[in-house]
């Protein structure tokens, strides 16, 4: 990793990378103090060899280059939504502004799809709260089910322990009297998406039928696969959604600077989320 | 842009608008200042750049920029906010800060510390002797684009040269400073300012 953010370095600073690499670049220096001593040494010499202590023209580019996709993305000019940074220097920060900017601004921002703003998503979780919903993950090691999670409609939250070597399986509950859809998408430690099978940017939210109890599925995921620090956001909706909707906005949320791992709801139109954590069991 | 916001009452306005092109000349002349204001705080730069940013993601919100009243000087009210963000941060953070909030300066010092003067000198050495190493276009191509600040299209159009050849050779004109600095020990310098970094960071993963 440490190569090739350092191979990536003149790029960064020339500001010739596209986004999604530059905020990764922005991550790694916050995480690697060679690279950062690499980074900061040019930038010294930029400064020096244009003889101020300001800040290069490089810098200035970079760094307007992003705040203009943060107004852009109407996140810095909104009136009465929260502000939020992006740099990653300070995480609670960013953490808790990107929660509120998540909460507040996304859903409103983004509702084209199957929502039509903040207040619709809130009853419509309020009226899927009524019944039991949401899914249950278990860790199956030498063939026994060694832990399990659950994270719904009246769990928003959970944590789940499994071994190196242990495979997730994922089932589904709706106890309510219609048809519900589900879908599962993970969001590791870098703040990189990551699909969990069965669903991908392709698949669409599975179906879950009125009634349905512990509904298995087929799939089963590798821990080997999901890596430590792995948070699974489970969404549940009352409409149909797909994959490469929830894929393209949480794309357009990482280019904005959002810090997902640190959000409690994903910025997707979806009105039930919640969240199982991984950790890796020793 | 050298006229200071408070006295364009045209650029004021628009700043208070949130106009974007005015957003940029107010970035663009008034960050370098905050840079330098934190960089007294011994910050690393990829930190400064982190305050810089965050300092003006708050600026730029309606709120704030309502709560401006064109009257003040707008350089003395950014720095005013660059110090609660530090303050704030540090507190939040448990960090020490190198100047006490009494001590900080209420507006940016644009002179440099002796220290910083000392560490500015021998890296003005260094680059001489770099430049002096350089062939007769990659010398040009560091005066366009390191001397005189110029973008890689304008620097391109200077030179007489396709923008694809002038990144090619940023690059490498990069990469090679890159070796330079580290061969002169300059790093290992800025790697000892790291270590004294105020911000918070995680251990490092991989040596050099």
């Given at each position: 990793?440490?190569?090739?953010?350092?191979?990536?370095?003149?790029?960064?600073?020339?500001?010739?990378?596209?986004?999604?690499?530059?905020?990764?670049?922005?991550?790694?220096?916050?995480?690697?103090?060679?690279?950062?001593?690499?980074?900061?040494?040019?930038?010294?010499?930029?400064?020096?060899?244009?003889?101020?202590?300001?800040?290069?023209?490089?810098?200035?580019?970079n760094m307007w280059k992003?705040?203009?996709?943060?107004?852009?993305?109407?996140?810095?000019?909104?009136?009465?939504?929260?502000?939020?940074?992006?740099?990653?220097?300070?995480?609670?920060?960013m953490g808790a502004v990107a929660i509120a900017a998540a909460i507040v601004w996304w859903p409103r921002s983004v509702g084209e799809g199957v929502d039509g703003g903040l207040g619709t998503l809130t009853s419509r979780a309020a009226a899927m709260d009524q019944a039991p919903?949401?899914?249950?993950?278990?860790?199956?090691?030498?063939?026994?089910?060694?832990?399990?999670?659950?994270?719904?409609?009246?769990?928003?939250?959970?944590?789940?322990?499994?071994?190196?070597?242990?495979?997730?399986?994922?089932?589904?509950?709706?106890?309510?009297?219609?048809?519900?859809?589900?879908?599962?998408?993970?969001?590791?430690?870098?703040n990189h998406v990551v699909f969990v099978p069965p669903f991908t940017a392709q698949t669409s939210a599975l179906a879950v039928a009125a009634g349905r109890v512990d509904d298995v599925m087929e799939s089963l995921m590798p821990m080997s696969a999901a890596g430590d620090g792995l948070t699974l956001f489970v969404l549940m909706s009352d409409a149909p959604f797909d994959g490469g909707d929830i894929a393209q906005r949480l794309r357009s949320a990482q280019r904005a600077g959002l810090s997902l791992k640190s959000l409690d709801r994903l910025p997707v139109d979806v009105p039930v989320q919640a969240r199982i954590i991984l950790e890796t069991a020793r | 842009v050298t006229v200071p916001l408070e006295e364009d009452r045209s650029w004021c306005a628009a700043f208070?608008?949130?106009?974007?092109?005015?957003?940029?000349?107010?970035f663009r002349f008034y960050a370098p200042h905050v840079a330098r204001f934190v960089r007294a705080q011994r910050f690393p730069e990829h930190d400064v750049e982190s305050v810089v940013h965050e300092v003006f993601v708050k600026a730029f919100a309606a709120p704030a920029r309502a709560s401006?009243?064109?009257?003040?000087?707008?350089?003395?009210?950014?720095?005013?906010?660059?110090?609660?963000?530090?303050?704030?941060?540090?507190?939040?953070?448990?960090?020490?800060?190198?100047?006490?909030?009494?001590?900080?300066?209420?507006?940016?010092?644009?002179?440099?510390?002796?220290?910083?003067?000392?560490?500015?000198?021998?890296?003005?050495?260094?680059?001489?002797?770099?430049?002096?190493?350089?062939?007769?276009?990659?010398?040009?191509?560091?005066?366009?684009?390191?001397?005189q600040e110029q973008s890689i299209r304008a620097a391109a159009h200077t030179l007489?040269?396709?923008?694809?050849?002038?990144?090619?050779?940023?690059?490498?004109?990069?990469?090679?400073?890159?070796?330079?600095?580290?061969?002169?020990?300059?790093?290992?310098?800025?790697?000892?300012?790291?270590?004294?970094?105020l911000m918070a960071r995680k251990p490092q993963e991989e040596e050099l």
């Open positions: 990793m440490h190569r090739i953010a350092t191979a990536l370095l003149p790029r960064y600073c020339q500001g010739s990378l596209p986004s999604v690499v530059m905020a990764w670049m922005r991550a790694q220096l916050q995480t690697n103090a060679a690279l950062a001593a690499m980074y900061d040494g040019l930038r010294a010499a930029e400064r020096a060899s244009a003889g101020h202590d300001g800040m290069s023209a490089g810098q200035l580019d992003h705040l203009d996709e943060l107004l852009d993305a109407d996140v810095v000019a909104a009136d009465t939504r929260k502000q939020r940074w992006s740099f990653g220097a300070v995480g609670a920060t919903l949401g899914m249950r993950v278990r860790c199956l090691q030498d063939n026994k089910v060694t832990a399990d999670a659950s994270a719904g409609a009246r769990q928003h939250a959970s944590t789940l322990q499994c071994g190196s070597l242990g495979l997730l399986a994922f089932s589904a509950t709706n106890l309510s009297q219609e048809v519900r859809y589900a879908f599962v998408v993970g969001v590791d430690a870098e | 208070k608008r949130g106009d974007r092109g005015a957003l940029e000349r107010v401006w009243d064109g009257v003040r000087p707008f350089g003395a009210w950014l720095t005013t906010m660059t110090r609660n963000w530090l303050i704030d941060h540090a507190r939040k953070h448990k960090r020490v800060l190198l100047l006490a909030p009494e001590d900080m300066p209420v507006r940016a010092d644009d002179k440099a510390s002796p220290e910083r003067a000392a560490e500015h000198g021998v890296l003005v050495q260094v680059l001489d002797g770099f430049r002096a190493g350089l062939s007769v276009d990659e010398a040009a191509l560091f005066d366009t684009r390191f001397a007489g040269w396709s923008e694809i050849r002038a990144r090619k050779y940023d690059t490498a004109l990069r990469s090679r400073l890159l070796e330079c600095l580290r061969a002169a020990g300059f790093l290992q310098h800025v790697q000892i300012r790291i270590g004294q970094s």
